[in-house]
């Protein structure tokens, strides 16, 4: 019962967040609206501007009776306009002209610079979007020996809207009344309305939006299966491997320590038991290593709950949803990377506990506040859209330090106290040992770019779907997939970076802790890699723009996935480490 109330305040809360006031249910007669959003070439779908960029005219009505936007909306730059159209619930509306538009030169090249690059639009009815096109050319003729090319610009909309109750489930736009685009003409805009009774549910209304062919794919399915094979594959080689390796260094040591003191030391030590004494020591810059496994603690889990969240709510289904929540659970997580990061610290000497909590708080917002801004100012300059106001920087700066630094700070103190004590299976030297010379095939610089090959060979098909979502017009629904697929790049990369530090401690290099975190998080640079190979082969995005704010967005997400990935490498390793050396005897 008190699992079923905390579940209920959360949905409320990502509920409330979301600041949808429309319930979604009408009367007859009643009024409906209609959201002019964004406009902005095809092949750059996150390049869009307000759609009154455009000289479109607006409709006779000047007045609504509600209106809603979110802190989501204001971030992924979806501008909410009202089109200034009579729409009532169930009732018709002839073909009506509702406003004329004057074509001045001004107006005549943004709407055929608009035409020439593919131009669309979207628009919402209750929360349901449309699209449609600017205008389209013809086939190139000869005027005067000249090849020549026509421009027109649809002006009449037909609104075909399906009702099933006192829900509207269906919305189709239909673009006509092609006009000739030349400068001084006056060009009428018209609209129609029809209603329709549909036997779609209203629960169903969004599936006529998702593309079950591209995402279920047998391909998808295929991608998915051998993953898993790959899985069970090295899951059941790694153990193998292991277990008889460690097997045979098990007796090689009860052996050496049934030698005298003289016998030992003539005889041929070497193998991961010579570093026991250094192996637990403190990583270089530990305050930077712990915020780094702190967030990634964090990042795994926001990407967790918002997963199951997805699955459970389809959150993918409500304008923005998907966004408000992330940035709930991340705000609401906060003291899970503060006690992670905070008893790592602790556990490793750290006496600046609060320089690692400020770091841990702010590592990751911080970078992405500043790619944001960048971004900012680039989509400033060219009035875009994307262009986040001044307001929401406000509250996106309130989150952060009045949410998510307290509760970074309860979670460090709780960390420091419950689990802030070292225990480790063995006591370290107070002299380092030197490392000796290994062949170069052992050098982290060499382990650490090879570890990520395996993680990202299990993902990168998912990955391609992700990107498709993202960058062209899919929405992303199989979040069972990803689910998945997320198990998968879990155990995957903890093999990896086992077999790894197994082998870097063969050869007496106690250097494990950044190498393991690198070696996971190196799956993230093979994303970033495919993200170019992808730009160039499988999109057709163009202009400044368009370009930096693809490539500034891969490297947040990588660098989120190789924090992620790092700290399960990192986790997988250190259970492997503290397991071989508790069970070892050392003198």
């Given at each position: 019962m008190m699992n079923y109330k905390v579940v209920s305040v959360i949905f409320f809360l990502i509920s409330f967040i979301q600041g949808d006031e429309h319930?979604?249910?009408?009367?007859?007669?009643?009024?409906?609206?209609?959201?002019?959003?964004?406009?902005?070439?095809?092949?750059?779908?996150?390049?869009?501007?307000?759609?009154?960029?455009?000289?479109?005219?607006?409709?006779?009505?000047?007045?609504?009776?509600?209106?809603?936007?979110?802190?989501?909306?204001?971030?992924?730059?979806?501008?909410?306009?009202?089109?200034?159209?009579?729409?009532?619930?169930?009732?018709?509306?002839k073909k009506t002209a509702y406003c004329e538009i004057d074509l001045n030169e001004d107006g005549y090249n943004a709407f055929l610079y608009a035409v020439k690059n593919h131009y669309w639009y979207q628009m919402y009815i209750d929360d349901l979007p449309v699209w449609g096109i600017v205008g389209e050319s013809d086939m190139p003729g000869k005027e005067q020996g000249k090849e020549h090319t026509d421009y027109y610009l649809w002006t009449h909309k037909r609104f075909d809207i399906g009702y099933n109750d006192k829900h509207i489930v269906d919305v189709n736009l239909t673009s006509e009344g092609k006009v000739k685009l030349q400068p001084g003409i006056k060009i009428p805009l018209s609209y129609e309305v029809v209603w329709k009774a549909s036997p779609i549910k209203f629960a169903d209304r969004f599936e006529k939006y998702l593309d079950p062919n591209f995402f279920q794919h047998r391909i998808h399915w295929f991608s998915i299966f051998n993953s898993f094979m790959m899985v069970i594959f090295l899951v059941g080689l790694v153990s193998m491997i292991l277990m008889r390796t460690l097997r045979k260094d098990y007796a090689r040591y009860s052996r050496e320590d049934d030698l005298d003191d003289l016998e030992r030391d003539l005889g041929d030590e070497y193998g991961w038991k010579q570093v026991h004494g250094d192996v637990f020591r403190s990583p270089a810059y530990p305050l930077l290593f712990s915020s780094l496994v702190g967030t990634g603690y964090h990042v795994g889990f926001v990407v967790l709950a918002v997963t199951l969240f997805t699955i459970v709510g389809e959150l993918y289904t409500e304008r923005g949803s998907m966004l408000s929540t992330a940035i709930f659970v991340y705000a609401a997580s906060a003291p899970v990377n503060g006690y992670f990061g905070g008893s790592m610290y602790s556990q490793y000497g750290g006496r600046r506990w609060i320089k690692q909590l400020l770091c841990g708080a702010f590592l990751l917002p911080a970078l992405v506040c500043g790619t944001a801004l960048m971004i900012n100012m680039i989509a400033i300059s060219y009035h875009a859209s994307r262009a986040i106001p001044f307001t929401s920087m406000l509250a996106v700066a309130a989150i952060g330090i009045f949410v998510i630094l307290p509760l970074t700070l309860v979670g460090a103190l709780l960390g420091r106290a419950l689990a802030g004590q070292p225990e480790v299976p063995c006591r370290v030297n107070a002299v380092p040992r030197p490392i000796p010379e290994k062949r170069w095939f052992m050098e982290p610089a060499v382990i650490i770019p090879l570890g990520g090959v395996l993680p990202f060979g299990s993902i990168f098909i998912e990955m391609y779907f992700i990107f498709t979502s993202f960058w062209a017009y899919k929405i992303y629904y199989v979040y069972g997939f990803m689910l998945l697929v997320f198990s998968i790049l879990l155990v995957v990369t903890v093999c990896v970076t086992i077999v790894a530090t197994y082998f870097l401690l063969n050869a007496e290099d106690y250097r494990w802790q950044w190498t393991s975190f690198l070696s996971g998080a190196s799956t993230a640079g093979y994303v970033y890699m495919y993200s170019f190979y992808y730009f160039f082969f499988k999109t057709k995005m163009y202009g400044f723009f368009q370009t930096c704010f693809y490539f500034s967005y891969m490297m947040l997400f990588s660098v989120a996935l190789g924090i992620m990935c790092g700290t399960f490498g990192f986790l997988g390793t250190n259970a492997f480490v503290r397991k071989i050396y508790s069970t070892v005897k050392i003198d």
């Open positions: 319930n979604h249910k009408y009367e007859d007669n009643e009024e409906v609206v209609l959201w002019v959003s964004t406009v902005g070439p095809y092949h750059n779908r996150q390049e869009t501007y307000s759609y009154y960029s455009l000289p479109f005219c607006t409709g006779p009505k000047k007045s609504i009776s509600h209106y809603h936007e979110t802190l989501s909306e204001n971030l992924q730059g979806i501008e909410l306009d009202f089109g200034g159209l009579d729409m009532d619930f169930k009732s018709d509306v």
